[in-house]
T-cell receptor, first 113, second 114 residues
Framework: GDSVTQTEGQVALSEEDFLTIHCNYSASGYPALFWYVQYPGEGPQFLFRASRDKEKGSSRGFEATYNKEATSFHLQKASVQESDSAVYYCALSASSGSWQLIFGSGTQLTVMP | ETAVFQTPNYHVTQVGNEVSFNCKQTLGHDTMYWYKQDSKKLLKIMFSYNNKQLIVNETVPRRFSPQSSDKAHLNLRIKSVEPEDSAVYLC?????????????FGHGTKLSVL
């Protein structure tokens, strides 16, 4: 079945550091790929998406590029802030016909001042 | 901006009790979902409901059932809770489409089973 793998469970950075969170997927065809962010006490929030090869999604300084050959959609930000501390989820739309989102295991980002 | 509303925020109960969680969305969406988030933050789809079509994740135990009165409401009922049901239950909604629609989540209901 379709799946999403996030290799980093936790990432700890200092303010102004460069961020990369790795996301690889397994799915047939061209699934839409997403990044969501979850702050404490809230539900996940949509960050951005991409639907085709080489398409770049971006929002609030975060970006990721759909790479079909590498089956990847890595999240990056050039300079993180303490307010970026949250859990980040990579997700894809399942090809089962119901278009449900399948989420990766999440990455806890902690940014220290 | 919160447009998916869940009640209660927290619920503590004992094994074997029945519980029910409410979810309402004011976005005019046609599809609603329930997700379970465990203590390790893993998110798993439980149900999706669209135009009276219910899609169930086959791994969901039968004691769980969604209940909908109209397209703006999708409640979750657990008939006889078990300790492993302790989790955060997240309701979400979206427009129906071809698979690239964003989900809007509520803040979740945290269930603790003693």
């Amino acid at each position: 079945g379709d799946s999403v793998t996030q290799t980093e469970g936790q990432v700890a950075l200092s303010e102004e550091d460069f961020l990369t969170i790795h996301c690889n997927y397994s799915a047939s065809g061209y699934p839409a790929l997403f990044w969501y962010v979850q702050y404490p006490g809230e539900g996940p929030q949509f960050l951005f998406r991409a639907s085709r090869d080489k398409e770049k999604g971006s929002s609030r300084g975060f970006e990721a590029t759909y790479n079909k050959e590498a089956t990847s959609f890595h999240l990056q930000k050039a300079s993180v802030q303490e307010s970026d501390s949250a859990v980040y989820y990579c997700a894809l739309s399942a090809s089962s016909g119901s278009w449900q989102l399948i989420f990766g295991s999440g990455t806890q980002l902690t940014v220290m001042p | 901006e919160t447009a998916v509303f869940q009640t209660p925020n927290y619920h503590v109960t004992q094994v074997g009790n029945e519980v029910s969680f409410n979810c309402k969305q004011t976005l005019g969406h046609d599809t609603m979902y329930w997700y379970k988030q465990d203590s390790k933050k893993l998110l798993k789809i439980m149900f999706s409901y669209n135009n009276k079509q219910l899609i169930v994740n086959e791994t969901v135990p039968r004691r769980f059932s969604p209940q909908s009165s109209d397209k703006a409401h999708l409640n979750l009922r657990i008939k006889s809770v078990e300790p492993e049901d302790s989790a955060v239950y997240l309701c979400a909604s979206s427009y129906p489409g071809q698979g690239n629609e964003r989900l809007f989540f509520g803040h979740g209901t945290k269930l603790s089973v003693l």
